[in-house]
């Protein structure tokens, strides 16, 4: 009997193994990249605003630049997670049904952000569409550093030798836009100008971080995943 347990959890092992090699990674990117191109997509020109694209560009385009802004901004952090979420997965040494679970969760929440990005494009100084955005933006993060948080914690799915050091780091890094992001859902109520100028932390914290952890360049901890 116990022969045929040890030989089910064997072929557990290797279905997981090939779900890490054919499909989670892969299927995570797509994601990511329908994302970043539905950002761009959501960017529209009213109908009314079209007679006058040719003749009165400077007006129609500073009237768009709220779109623009919400895009760039909402690119960049998409970008950021996916750079943290390449590199925690690229950490991984084995996977399971729980991580695939949350990291499907987490890719469900990123699919949905051109939905406040959009909002938040056309309707920049409403204060709660500026807090729908800033949770939103939040969430995503927090998923993340909770999937490395899971991977890490007693050495789960990461090889043993990993210091803790080099897991407190990813857990840091990974964690400096959504704690941003969700302090600046508090500013929002004092002022919504004052909440997106405080989106800036997000790189002096990345700063500080490398700082903390004494990382200069791209640290010894990435070099694995080049």
Not at 47 to 76: C, D, G, H, K
Not at 101 to 119: G, H
Request: proline residues 3%; glycine residues 4%.
């Amino acid at each position: 009997m116990s022969e045929v347990v040890q030989e089910e959890k064997k072929i557990q092992g290797q279905v997981w193994n090939i779900i890490d090699q054919n499909r989670v990674l892969g299927f995570s990117d797509a994601v990511f990249a329908f994302a970043a191109t539905l950002l761009v997509l959501k960017i529209d020109l009213p109908q009314e605003m079209r007679m006058q694209f040719t003749t009165n560009f400077s007006a129609v385009f500073t009237t768009l630049w709220p779109q623009y802004l919400a895009n760039i901004i909402s690119f960049l952090v998409i970008g950021y997670y996916w750079l943290n979420h390449h590199a925690i997965f690229g950490l991984l040494k084995r996977f399971n049904a729980t991580i695939v679970w949350m990291n499907l969760v987490f890719l469900i929440f990123l699919s949905f952000l051109p939905f406040p990005v959009d909002l938040f494009g056309d309707h920049p100084t409403i204060a709660g569409i500026v807090v729908f955005y800033s949770v939103s933006l939040s969430l995503v993060g927090f998923l993340l550093a909770i999937m490395w948080w899971y991977a890490s914690g007693k050495h789960r799915l990461i090889q043993k030798t990993m210091s803790s050091k080099e897991r407190n780091y990813y857990l840091t890094r990974t964690l400096v836009a959504p704690c941003v992001f969700l302090l600046s859902a508090a500013l929002v109520f004092i002022d919504t100008r004052v909440a997106q100028v405080s989106w800036i932390f997000v790189i002096i914290g990345i700063l500080l971080v490398n700082k903390l952890f004494d990382i200069k360049h791209i640290s010894e901890m990435d070099k694995n995943l080049l």
